[in-house]
């Protein structure tokens, strides 16, 4: 039988039994818990379950990468190394984003960092201060917000328009968000969890709001490959800003080239922020292990035919699930324009919380809750598509069944 659900997280900041509790600051205390590490936590405790939730794929980081790490390591690269990263690779990061966006090469924009995640840190160190507001399109990676709050800034949640077409910009709602205390704007393009892709025309007004309101931008772009539309890949900021416009790209070698477990990303910045980024690594991680930084040259220079492999699977992989979802007339969906997941409704399901966990013990697949996203997100789940064809027939399987009000025991 379906084993008890629980009955969801304890509230963070809720009165402590352990006095150490206490003595943690209050905005750290409040941190949320993860949606997405609930569902997680409850399905990895189960067998047979196909792991949905998480953002990555199913295909090991591949032997041209780990090779040139292992090489690196065995030649005893272990030593402290420089804060900003290898220049090698910081002239390699310069020559892809050259190459796919036709900008001119500048390695000194470039600061290797310790995932993508550490970039966003970095960015948000540096546009934000305690009470500073964030304007965040919603529903958002969770990630995003909790690193506001993490160090004390207030993430401001604008949500998208949902319709027949999907997700949309609401430029009007953005501009009445902003106030005195507003210092940056957040955007992820394509979108994680809603597949949303940012047109030219969205850009180039997020970017006047920017300028008119004297904001930061930082670009989360780490899907811009995934991109099903023309062109190869996403429309980017880099295509409407000028040099004077104060937008970090914070970005990952995670999804491209199967590196999620490596934690090595990077931050592009205007160069009179070197020093200052310089710092901010420095007291942080003190850089990025040397051998790691070979991997991710290797993947910059030989990695475009596995992009390519990544691309073509997930786009096959959404192509699937749409078609075998939307064949069952309960499910709301648009097919994503971009990034590797899909974001659906239920018809007559509203607790998405409750129904993620129902979904573990009663089809065995693992899905994402939208209301860990953020507002806008209520109604919705999120499955990630970048997985090979024979687990997501079989998923889309299950999911079917259980639609058509088939039950799976969990073993």
């Known amino acids: 039988m379906p084993a008890t659900l629980p009955t969801g997280p304890q509230r963070a900041g809720a009165p402590a039994v ?24 409850y399905g990895l405790a189960r ?65 290797v960092t310790g995932s993508g995640m550490q970039a966003i840190q970095v960015a948000f160190t540096m546009a934000l201060g305690p009470g500073e507001e964030l304007l965040l399109p919603s529903p958002t990676w969770p990630n995003a917000a909790a690193a506001a709050l993490k ?21 009007d709602r953005l501009e009445r968000a902003v106030t005195a205390r507003t210092r940056a704007i957040f955007v992820n393009t394509p979108a994680n969890p809603t ?15 920017a300028r008119r309101h004297g904001l930061w931008i930082i670009a989360d772009e780490i899907y811009g490959r995934f991109f099903y539309g023309e062109g190869g890949r996403a429309p980017s900021f880099r295509d409407v800003m000028a040099e004077d416009d104060h ?33 901010l690594i420095q007291y942080s991680t003190s850089g990025v292990a040397a051998f790691m930084q070979r991997g991710a040259i290797a993947a910059l220079e030989e990695g475009e035919p596995f992009v390519a492999e990544q691309v073509a699977r997930a786009r096959a992989g959404r192509d699937l699930v749409c078609a075998a979802l939307a064949a069952t007339g309960r499910v709301d969906l648009v097919p994503p324009a971009g990034a590797f997941y899909l974001f659906f409704g239920v018809t007559g399901e509203t607790d998405v919380r409750r129904l993620a ?5 009663e089809a065995q697949v693992g899905l994402a ?33 259980w639609l058509a009000g088939e039950r799976r025991e969990a073993p």
């Open 369 to 401: 809750p939208g209301t860990a996203f953020g507002p806008g997100g209520d109604g919705f789940l999120r499955l990630c598509f970048a997985r090979g064809e024979a687990q997501l027939s079989e998923v889309a399987r299950r999911l079917s069944g």
């Open 357 to 361: 966990l129902r979904l573990v013990d």
């Open 195 to 209: 597949g949303f892709v940012a047109s030219h025309d969205d850009l180039r007004a997020i970017l006047a709001l």
């Open 151 to 171: 160090i004390g800034a207030v993430p401001v949640p604008v949500p998208f328009d949902y319709g027949p077409s999907g997700f949309t910009f609401d430029h």
């Open 47 to 111: 067998g047979g379950v196909i792991p949905m939730w998480a953002g990555e794929g199913d295909l090991p980081t591949p032997a041209f990468i780990r090779h040139a790490a292992a090489r690196a390591l065995e030649a005893g690269e272990t030593f402290y190394t420089w804060q900003r990263g290898l220049p090698e690779l910081r002239a390699a990061l310069a020559r892809y984003i050259a190459r796919l966006y036709g900008v001119a090469e500048d390695p000194e924009r470039f600061f």
């Open 18 to 41: 352990d006095p150490c509790l206490s003595r943690v600051r209050e905005h750290v205390l409040a941190l949320p818990e993860s949606g997405i590490v609930e569902v997680m936590n």
């Open 247 to 279: 937008i970090l790209f914070v970005q990952t070698f995670s999804k491209n080239w199967a590196m999620t477990g490596w934690r090595i990303g990077w931050l592009e910045a205007p160069p009179a922020l070197g020093q200052v980024i310089e710092n």
